[in-house]
């Protein structure tokens, strides 16, 4: 059995912070996480099971040069990653964002992912309740639920590690079917 692959954007580190701490809670099940700017599709491909987050930056925007990030990331990478077939995989997503700051397009990056894995033709797991956020306005939701884990660094990381707990119970036995 290969592992779960684990890839993220970050501007200012928080975003990598949850994604070394979800590696460190799956343990020998993931690799350690990558981020995108390091990466490439085919590094991505190779996992049938992947845990992807992205913050939202800018305005609703994924992290990268145009969202006013340092450096390259999602808003880069995910181009090359559109279009490429995903049938077969298992994705679970997670996002950061600040509903204070950001209430009107909170966590909107986050429909960004979830739209390329949805057309590629994999499965998405994971969504999560909007119950416990307060925000006027989110892209990020389907079906009355956001399409994965929300994580507020800014006002809500006192609950960080039990959402990351819950979340991965709920995702881990469906990423490990298929990786
Ligand atoms: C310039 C800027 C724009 C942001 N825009 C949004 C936004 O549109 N929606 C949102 O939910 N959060 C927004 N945020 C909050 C970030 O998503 C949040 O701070 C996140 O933790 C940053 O993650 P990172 O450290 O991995 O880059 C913004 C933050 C900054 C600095």
Same mark, same amino acid.
């Given at each position: ?35 995108? &700017?390091?990466?490439?599709? =085919?590094?991505?491909? $190779?996992?049938? !099971? +992947? ?6 930056? *800018?305005? #609703? ?18 181009? &090359?990653?559109?279009?490429? =077939?995903?049938?077969? $995989?298992?994705? !679970? +997503? ?6 204070? *700051?950001? #209430? ?18 994999? &499965? ?56």
């Amino acid at each position: 059995m290969s592992k779960i692959g684990i890839f993220f954007g970050s501007d200012t580190g928080n975003t990598r912070r949850v994604a070394k701490s979800i590696a460190k809670k799956l343990g020998e099940d993931a690799d350690a996480p990558v981020d995108v &700017k390091k990466a490439s599709v =085919d590094d991505l491909l $190779k996992y049938n !099971a +992947l845990i992807l987050g992205t913050p939202t930056l *800018g305005d #609703g925007e994924l992290p990268g040069l145009d969202a006013g990030a340092s450096d390259e990331s999602w808003a880069e990478f995910l181009p &090359k990653l559109k279009g490429k =077939d995903l049938s077969g $995989k298992v994705i !679970a +997503l997670f996002g950061l964002g600040d509903q204070e *700051g950001y #209430g009107h397009e909170f966590v909107d990056a986050l429909i960004f992912l979830y739209d390329v894995a949805i057309e590629g033709g994999a &499965k998405v797991v994971g969504f999560w309740p909007t119950d416990g956020y307060t925000f006027e306005k989110s892209n990020a939701i389907v079906d009355d639920q956001f399409v994965g884990l929300v994580i507020d660094h800014e006002n809500q990381s006192d609950q960080t590690d039990e959402r990351l707990d819950a979340w991965l119970e709920e995702v881990k036995a469906e990423l490990l079917a298929v990786a």
